[in-house]
């Protein structure tokens, strides 16, 4: 069973920051593949979107909204994704979802979700 637990997530004040972290274990086995990692955010009333998203390779993806304020970045001896959330406003507000794409050394490819994290942002 895998489980990726979040943390970070609070309340904070518009042009704060925050920093999320979401942690991938369980029974990944010795030999296991991430394709990738991603932070996902629901607002209320919303579709869930993509945040942004970083490959094995180390190639990133930002949602146009979040470009130059949001930095993921990932330790891969720790199977940890790290969302630097800086100049938040409002409209970042919403639950975040910690997202991947793993093979454990026993099962298929397979995706994952988080339970997700709240951020609240006040203006």
């Known amino acids: 069973q895998v489980q990726l637990v979040e943390s970070g997530g609070g309340l904070v004040q518009a042009g704060g920051s925050l920093r999320l972290s979401c942690v991938a274990s369980?029974?990944?086995?010795?030999?296991?593949?991430?394709?990738?990692l991603a932070w996902y955010r629901q607002a209320p009333g919303k579709q869930r979107e993509l945040v942004a998203r970083?490959?094995?390779?180390?190639?990133?993806n930002y949602a146009d909204s979040v470009k130059g304020r949001f930095t993921i970045s990932r330790h891969n001896g720790e199977n940890t994704v790290y969302l630097q959330m800086n100049s938040l406003n409002p409209e970042d507000t919403g639950v975040y979802y910690c997202?991947?794409?793993?093979?454990?050394?026993?099962?298929?490819?397979?995706?994952?979700w988080g339970q997700g994290t709240q951020v609240t942002v006040s203006s």
């Open positions: 970083i490959g094995s390779g180390g190639t990133t």
């Open positions: 369980g029974d990944l086995g010795n030999t296991f593949t991430i394709n990738y």
């Open positions: 997202n991947t794409e793993l093979q454990t050394q026993w099962g298929p490819l397979t995706n994952y």
